[in-house]
């Protein structure tokens, strides 16, 4: 499975970006998947994510209310729309494909390359 992201670039604080992950290869295998974002110096940390089947996506409490995960899975496509947003939320974004079994157990775990977001004050 390959995972591309784009969508990053230059914002102003209040603004809003969506940025996008497009996944090839083998992806009927994926029921789960996720954004991460980091910051250099700082461990990567997850944004949010969201299951095959329509679950509920979870999110992290510092973008609840802001931010907004959903997946076309028709396009093989994942999206992450940023509103309100902060500097702090100024980092790499990187999307992320799991396989699970149905035991539980991760059986693979894909990253893309990742996309920079920066938010100016």
């Known amino acids: 499975v390959q995972l591309v992201e784009s969508g990053g670039g230059l914002v102003q604080a209040g603004g809003s970006l969506r940025l996008s992950c497009a996944a090839s290869g083998s992806t009927f295998s994926i029921n789960y998947m996720a954004w991460y974002r980091q910051v250099p110096g700082k461990q990567r940390e997850l944004v949010a994510a969201?299951?095959?089947?329509?679950?509920?996506?979870n999110y992290a409490d510092f973008v609840k209310g802001r931010f907004t995960i959903d997946r076309d899975d028709a396009k093989n496509t994942m999206y992450l729309q940023m509103n309100s947003l902060k500097p702090d939320d100024t980092a790499v974004y990187y999307c992320?494909?799991?396989?699970?079994?149905?035991?539980?157990?991760?059986?693979?775990?894909?990253w893309g390359k990742g996309t920079l977001v920066t938010v100016s004050s």
């Open positions: 992320n494909a799991q396989v699970w079994a149905d035991t539980g157990i991760r059986i693979l775990d894909y």
């Open positions: 969201i299951r095959s089947g329509g679950s509920i996506p």
